[in-house]
């Protein structure tokens, strides 16, 4: 049994770890503990209530112990005596704002939950889930809250939202409602957040907690490029195989803020959910608002489990059932091989040199509609360029398919040129405010997709799109951040709730998307990664990592991102020499090698490659496909690295009895040392072969010494090894 209650305290065990909290005095929910697997349930005496001075209680008592400014609560709320930053704050009719949370009832439920309209964990076949129920509710009037926690006991993690249930007679307004509420009582922690910029996505920021407030927020209307919705709090001393760490994903992907508030005491809380700067979303009487979905898991063995437990987990409970298992094709797309100038013959020559080289998926990007030739326009014009791919998309795919591949195609649906047929006539479609300029971002305007009739026009395009042609690939990309959210088709109280509404439409429109097209495979892409979140994965296993396809780089940022998301969500291309983002020359067995560890693709003119190089791209497409079962459902390991010196990870079968090593030396110094990879991965009482040298290796002396990497003459050079146990 996952979740057990006994005498007010209720223990929700995973395989490995424990949560725990009670129903304390005065009906409120003390958070106790949250680490690796205890036995005790009643943690009262642990963590035993301190009588402090300058509290405050709502209680007539007055020499009360029970401060619920000093203690760890499940679910705090503004405007009583919790000084701290809280996760609820809702304005009522009289205009106060404040909520007591105290129990209400509780229920345990068998398996996940579904939320209607927005993404979330499901079963997906597993078993061992349960979910809990607890009901709160403000001692002063008839809000509740429901906290379900659904507890994935193979998997480590445990998933909690929240409804916030207005049974009173008027509306009141939820200004902010994190989905994540974790009080600890230490603070001697770091916090991990991945963060950074276009083409600079998700790097690996650690940082000391102290004293006040840490965290994020991002304003953008995007999950962001700026800060992912993943981040850890670990011990100090915790790296890949030691020390404890929790990690924590919120299942969205629209503005969001973690905050961690370390008070006077040296507690830390964490809170992490839906931007509340400017956000109001008024619940009417009967109604309820629901939170998005926040994930938390916990290794006592440092941030390698952490993130396997999340990549297990986001694999098989966030991807739908459909790609769980199934090998996505290897992938051609044209963008930085031909950019906008292309046409049908160009096309289905990239695809027939491609296709016998091993590429199984040809996507065109943009420039096929309108008159997109550059960015300025067109988008909104969802009609076929002719003179470029006269036959339209149906005689494209056919040529494609013809060649053998499958055939992909890009749209950037929630976007508007204000140089388009479509703006033109319906310049109130556009996301902006009367009276005010609208700001304009890579040329383009966002459709304001609450407005019914622009959201079904964005479906009505996306589907006759998708009909038109034998298309099984969407690469959907979104260029640009939300400004002046405001919506004429909602009245003035409600303008708060521009940008999560935005969200549930975006969310809306794939969920009727892949359900009218079962079959088909998308990828999301905003400006590369700026949409990299496990509310995107939830409709579709495959996201762009970054515009950056420079190999040196993209080891930081695919190792950033490995942190909290599975190596199969991470879209990876090789792409031509120099790099279009940077201009370094790698060579073209590094490039792949870095591709690899991802959705793998290629993304370059293959006919102005060599002969020699075309043999090694097929030589590559036969590895990656020979090794897919180990890179794509075997357990990643980041292993040996120093930043833009040298790097290395290796994946393993889950029963170890076979390892994959990639090694990527980025820096070449002059008489350098020889460096040892240590691969945590090998299991200690086996023995191992390694294929390319037949050399043998205990496990332990992999795990503990590791294997012996000489010094190589040259920059950006890589190399695999390939590990077998013996029979
Ligand atoms: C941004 C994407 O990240 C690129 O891959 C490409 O599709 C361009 N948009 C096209 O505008």
Not at 9 to 30: E, H, I, P, Q, R
Not at 301 to 308: A, F, I, K, V
Not at 416 to 424: G, K, P, T, V, W
Not at 559 to 587: E, W, Y
């Amino acid at each position: 049994m996952a979740i057990l209650f006994k005498d007010g305290c209720f223990k929700l065990d995973t395989k490995n770890t424990t949560y725990s909290f009670k129903v304390a005095d005065y009906g409120y929910v003390m958070h106790e503990y949250y680490g690796k697997t205890i036995s005790d349930i009643d943690l009262g005496y642990i963590n035993p209530i301190v009588k402090r001075s300058y509290a405050a209680s709502v209680k007539e008592d007055w020499y009360m112990y029970f401060r619920i400014s000093d203690v760890g609560q499940e679910y705090s709320a503004y405007g009583i005596a919790d000084f701290r930053a809280t996760a609820l704050r809702i304005k009522h009719a009289d205009g106060s704002r404040a909520a007591d949370l105290r129990y209400f009832s509780h229920e345990i439920i068998s398996g996940a939950m579904d939320i209607p309209g927005l993404p979330h964990a499901t079963e997906n076949g597993y078993d061992g889930i349960e979910t809990l129920k607890l009901v709160l509710k403000d001692a002063a009037t008839d809000v509740f809250v429901n906290i379900y926690y659904t507890v994935f006991e193979q998997t480590d993690v445990i998933a909690r939202f929240n409804e916030i249930e207005n049974k009173t007679d008027n509306s009141v307004f939820v200004e902010k409602a994190a989905s994540l509420q974790l009080d600890m009582n230490s603070a001697d922690y770091d916090f991990i957040q991945l963060s950074g910029a276009w083409a600079k996505e998700r790097h690996i920021n650690r940082n000391p907690l102290a004293t006040g407030m840490q965290g994020f927020t991002v304003r953008r209307g995007t999950s962001s490029h700026q800060h992912s919705p993943f981040f850890s709090v670990c011990a100090k001393n915790a790296d890949e195989t030691n020390g404890d760490a929790f990690g924590f994903h919120l299942v969205y992907s629209g503005n969001h803020k973690t905050e961690i508030e370390v008070d006077q005491y040296g507690t830390a809380r964490i809170l992490s959910g839906i931007g509340d700067e400017g956000f109001s979303w008024e619940v009417k009487t009967g109604d309820k608002f629901t939170t998005p979905q926040a994930l938390m898991t916990y290794s006592s063995s440092g941030l390698g489990q952490m993130s396997r437990n999340f990549h297990k987990f986001i694999t098989r409970h966030i991807f739908r059932p459909k790609w769980k298992n199934v090998r996505r094709p290897l992938l051609i797309n044209n963008w930085e091989a031909t950019y906008f100038d292309f046409n049908y013959e160009k096309l289905v020559a990239l695809a027939e040199s491609a296709g016998k080289l091993g590429i199984e998926l040809l996507v065109m990007d943009v420039g096929w509609f309108g008159k997109r030739e550059d960015d300025t326009t067109s988008l909104g014009d969802w009609v076929v360029n002719t003179e470029k791919l006269p036959g339209g998309l149906k005689r494209l795919a056919e040529g494609v398919n013809e060649k053998g591949l499958k055939f992909g195609i890009w749209m950037e649906p929630e976007m508007i040129s204000e140089d388009s047929d479509l703006y033109r006539a319906h310049p109130d479609w556009v996301l902006s405010i009367p009276g005010r300029a609208k700001s304009i971002g890579r040329n383009q305007y966002i459709l304001d997709l609450v407005n019914e009739d622009a959201k079904q026009f964005v479906l009505d395009t996306i589907c006759s799109v998708l009909d038109s042609a034998n298309i099984e690939y969407l690469k959907w990309d979104m260029n640009r951040y939300l400004t002046e959210a405001y919506s004429a088709t909602l009245g003035k109280e409600n303008q708060g709730e521009v940008y999560h509404r935005y969200m549930l439409a975006v969310y809306d429109i794939l969920n009727t998307v892949i359900t009218r097209f079962p079959k088909l495979l998308i990828e999301h892409c905003s400006g590369g990664g700026g949409r990299f979140d496990t509310g995107m994965l939830y409709y579709s296993p495959q996201i762009w990592t970054s515009d950056d396809t420079d190999a040196a780089e993209r080891i930081e940022i695919q190792r950033g991102t490995s942190l909290g998301f599975p190596i199969t969500s991470m879209g990876s291309h090789v792409s031509a020499v120099p790099n279009h983002q940077t201009g370094r020359v790698t060579p073209l067995d590094t490039r792949a090698e870095v591709a690899y560890s991802g959705t793998f693709g290629y993304e370059l003119d293959i006919n102005a490659l060599t002969e020699e190089e075309q043999a090694e791209v097929k030589q590559q497409c036969a590895f990656y496909k020979e090794n897919y079962e180990l890179i794509n459902k075997g357990e990643y390991y980041r292993l040996a690295h120093e930043p833009g010196v040298f790097s290395s990870w290796c994946f393993a079968s889950e029963d170890k009895k076979e390892i994959l090593l990639f090694c990527v030396q980025l820096e070449a110094g002059a008489n350098d040392a020889n460096r040892f990879v240590k691969i945590p991965a090998a299991d200690k009482n086996m023995r191992y072969v390694e294929e390319e040298t037949n050399q043998t290796y205990f496990g332990d002396t992999l795990n503990n010494i590791g294997i012996c990497i000489p010094y190589e003459f040259g920059e950006r050079v890589a190399f695999s090894r390939r590990f077998k146990a013996e029979k």
